[in-house]
């Protein structure tokens, strides 16, 4: 009570905050529907109303069993104990959902509180004190509305309910209210009842008004059917009548208050018998000799009147009182012979209930007594299942067993034999000469290598096709896709497999494989790109030095003279330019994308073959095959002209020829050769420049042979720059070594590379440095997630190998 004071006195300050909030402390059963109405007809009026419903259900002890019996908590598992707490939440919300629809038909917000507690009157008590509840509605019935004695539990909610909250006690035809502090000094007028309440009254808690007996009376006559509600109106009548007849009869009382008392037993034994049975015999013993008790105490009562009559001298007042009297006293006679003869009935109902309640005891042992049976028998039958079941699994492992090993031998029988059918045909294409010196690759090989032809590795793009550059079977290779342009990449495709995969040159591009489903070729990888854009210096590349271009414009020569002399047909290459020279490690040039290339076959009665379609560069195309449509080995010399002065000016193609001659005629060739390759030998220079233009001549019969006269002289200018490289300007080192030798920030070969936090190497002074002044990596630009770096001592050893080799 002190607890629940206490939190009173800490809500009174939120009081106000809380008078729009109306709790109604229902049961749940039939009656609470009738509290929960007048509620909704007295408060719903007065404006913005909040209803917050409270049910206090007892404490969960047990798990039932289908027995009957319950089974304690720290007994049962934990999800058993759960699930039944659940079950019981769920239909406490089920019970109390007609009532939140009531409220929620009339536009009320209106909040369900389900409390678990085993004291009833506290639990609400404290939720009211917790929210600061100034309007509590509880239901009663129409013997427990704030009687004096405290016994229903109205009267005990209302006095563990803080003093600050008003509480209306509701029944069918009564209402009876304990004001709150703030109202209880003056007079509370309610709608419904008529009731006026004193504070200076000892008995705040119950209805002092003769008129609210009667009406409670007159209520349970028209309203009530129980035979223990009509006991008690009955002894209330009489109670009420002795005490208006006769002030003098004060002796009498204590016998009024034993025959309600009795009826209040009475009534709570008849309600209790339907829960035990031994409990209302019991019960139904007790009040027999209580009724017993009154009988010879009302007799004694009359005869001791008689007596007191006898010896008095009779007035015509006193006589009639004493009439009066005795009347009364047979009235409860009567009453309390017509209870006993009630509760013999009820004696003979109990035991006829508990003859009952054995039959079935004995038959439910029976019928347990089967099921014991049977779940014996269903027992033996498991086990032998059981049984039967483990034999089966042992044989089906057994016979799994023997289908695996007999499926491993058969799958090794199958792989000899593709094996030894691959090996056959790989024999009979090596006798036949047909066997393609390439590999086959699949789709999903390639589109996992290149990251699904991510942009990051794309490193070209053409007018047939994108270059990746990626990694398969840990080798560093370019992919070229063709592009889907229907049959001209079929052909094209075909095309360059059947010429690469039949020949092999030291300056032709190698065939690494392909892919045939969507026409894909693998070449090897060429670390320092095409030769134009090194030429035209792109993305900052370090410059070609002159005796460098000698070797390079012999090596291409060298690989033309290989196609248009292969057998048994010659090949043009029809396509030469910078763009399709690739550079090696070293600067080795190779030519690739011959997928344009021509095989001049033997039935022609000349080196020439006409095609109507025009390919080709358009700076770098014969003239006479634009005017004649004639393609010959003469048409690859002009463009090798072109390329010869592009490799000694490093300029556009466009208009070359016409600067070149001009120089030349005018003895300023210095002046329009290529400065960044170092100091050009004059001569030999002149004679390379004057060979450049005799290939480029317009018509084809003026261009050299390319065998008997362009090979032999580019060889003595080879060996003349092969002579001066080592007296000629040294190139940096970072022009000729690997790309994963350079510092991504010095663009240099790294002396001390170390591994930073976005995974890219650099050169500890480098990174040091940068990272002084920065939190972003230098490649990606994004931050990073430390500053610490660590030796890379496989790339060390790499370099240092490499610097000893160029030493």
């Known amino acids: 009570m002190d607890r629940i004071q206490d939190k009173a006195d800490e809500s009174n300050k939120s009081q106000r905050s809380s008078s729009s909030v109306v709790a109604l402390a229902i049961k749940g059963n039939k009656k609470s529907k009738y509290v929960v109405q007048w509620a909704l007809n007295k408060f719903v009026p007065e404006g913005m109303i909040i209803f917050k419903l409270i049910h206090v259900h007892a404490g969960i002890k047990g798990v039932p069993t289908p027995m009957g019996n319950m089974i304690p908590l720290s007994q049962v598992r934990n999800d058993i104990a759960t ?14 959902l007609p009532f939140k629809k009531m409220c929620e038909q009339r536009k009320v917000h209106v909040d369900v509180v389900p409390i678990e507690s085993d004291d009833v009157a506290t639990a609400v008590a404290e939720e009211v004190a917790k929210g600061a509840i100034t309007k509590l509605v509880v239901g009663a019935s129409s013997r427990s509305l704030f009687t004096s004695k405290q016994k229903g539990m109205s009267a005990k909610i209302s006095v563990s309910t803080p003093r600050f909250c008003t509480v209306y006690a509701v029944s069918k035809g009564k209402l009876s209210i304990r004001p709150s502090d703030v109202q209880i000094d003056g007079s509370i007028i309610d709608d419904a009842s008529e009731t006026s309440f004193s504070s200076n009254s000892p008995s705040n808690y119950a209805s002092t008004s003769q008129t609210e007996t009667g009406s409670i009376a007159s209520y349970a006559t028209l309203h009530s059917s129980s035979l223990a509600t009509q006991r008690f109106q009955a002894l209330s009548s009489i109670n009420q009548t002795l005490l208006s007849t006769s002030p003098g009869l004060n002796e009498t009382k204590h016998s009024r208050g034993q025959s309600v008392d009795l009826g209040r037993e009475i009534a709570a034994t008849s309600s209790a018998r339907h829960s035990d049975i ?100 269903a027992k033996e039958l498991a086990r032998q299942e059981r049984e039967r079941h483990q034999a089966a699994a042992r044989e089906a492992e057994y016979l799994k067993e023997c289908a695996e090993r007999e499926a491993a031998e058969r799958k090794e029988t199958e792989l000899k034999a593709v094996h030894a059918a691959k090996e056959k045909e790989k024999l009979e294409d090596a006798l036949t000469g047909s066997m393609p010196q390439y590999r086959k690759f699949t ?7 290149t990251s699904s032809f991510s942009e990051d590795l794309k490193i070209g793009m053409g007018a047939y096709g994108i270059v990746y550059k990626c990694t398969l079977y840990h080798t560093t290779v370019a992919v070229k896709v063709l592009h889907p342009n229907g049959n001209r990449k079929s052909k094209q495709f075909q095309q360059e497999l059947e010429i690469l995969s039949r020949i092999r040159h030291p300056n032709l591009l190698l065939l690494l494989g392909a892919c045939f489903d969507h026409g894909c070729i693998v070449y090897e990888y060429m670390e320092n790109g095409n030769l134009e854009e090194r030429l035209l210096r792109k993305n900052s590349t370090p410059p070609i030095p002159w005796f460098e271009r000698y070797r390079i414009a012999w090596e291409i020569a060298s690989a033309l003279a290989f196609l248009h002399s292969s057998k048994p047909e010659p ?35 000349s080196t020439m073959y006409k095609d109507t379609e025009p390919v080709g560069t358009l700076c770098y195309i014969d003239p006479e095959y634009q005017r004649t449509g004639l393609i010959s080995p003469k048409s690859d010399v002009y463009a090798f002209g072109m390329v010869i002065l592009q490799l000694l000016t490093a300029k ?20 329009i050769l290529d400065p960044e390759a170092g100091t050009w030998p004059f001569q030999e220079t002149l004679n390379l420049a004057r060979l450049g233009l005799s290939c480029a001549e317009l018509r084809r019969r003026d261009r050299p042979d390319l065998k008997d006269h362009v090979l032999p002289t580019l060889e003595r200018l080879k060996e003349v720059a092969a002579r001066s490289q080592h007296s000629a300007p040294i190139v940096t080192v970072k022009s000729r070594s690997p790309n994963h030798f350079i510092c991504p920030i010095l663009q240099d070969v790294m002396d001390d590379p170390c591994v930073a936090a976005d995974g890219y190497t650099y050169d500890r002074k480098a990174i040091e440095k940068w990272l002084q002044d920065n939190d972003k990596s230098p490649m990606t630009n994004m931050a990073l997630p430390h500053k610490n770096l660590i030796p890379n001592y496989t790339l060390l050893s790499a370099i240092m190998e490499w610097k000893s080799r160029e030493i």
């Open 443 to 449: 789709w999903d090989e390639i589109v996992s290598a």
């Open 652 to 671: 556009p193609a466009i208009a070359l020829t016409h600067v070149v001659e001009t120089a030349i005629d005018g003895g300023n060739l210095a002046d």
């Open 571 to 605: 090949i043009i290459h029809r396509d030469l330019k910078p763009a399709n020279i690739l550079l090696g490690r070293n600067l080795v040039s190779k030519i690739g994308d011959i997928g344009l290339s021509t095989v001049l076959h033997s039935d022609n009665s």
């Open 83 to 96: 699930a039944f707490r659940k079950e019981v939440e769920w239909q406490t919300n089920q019970m109390l």
């Open 278 to 377: 031994d409990s209302a015999l019991s019960r139904a013993s007790s009040c027999k000799s209580i009724i017993s008790d009154t009988e010879s105490w009302i007799y004694d009562q009359i005869s001791g009147k008689d007596v007191s009559l006898a010896t008095e001298p009779p007035s015509p007042n006193r006589q009639a009182n004493i009439n009066l009297e005795l009347e009364k006293l047979r009235i409860e006679l009567r009453h309390a012979q017509g209870m006993h003869a009630l509760a013999q009935s009820e004696n003979i109902d109990a035991s006829r209930k508990l003859n009952d309640l054995n039959k079935r005891r004995s038959e439910e042992s029976m019928k347990m007594k089967e099921i014991i049976a049977k779940e014996e028998m």
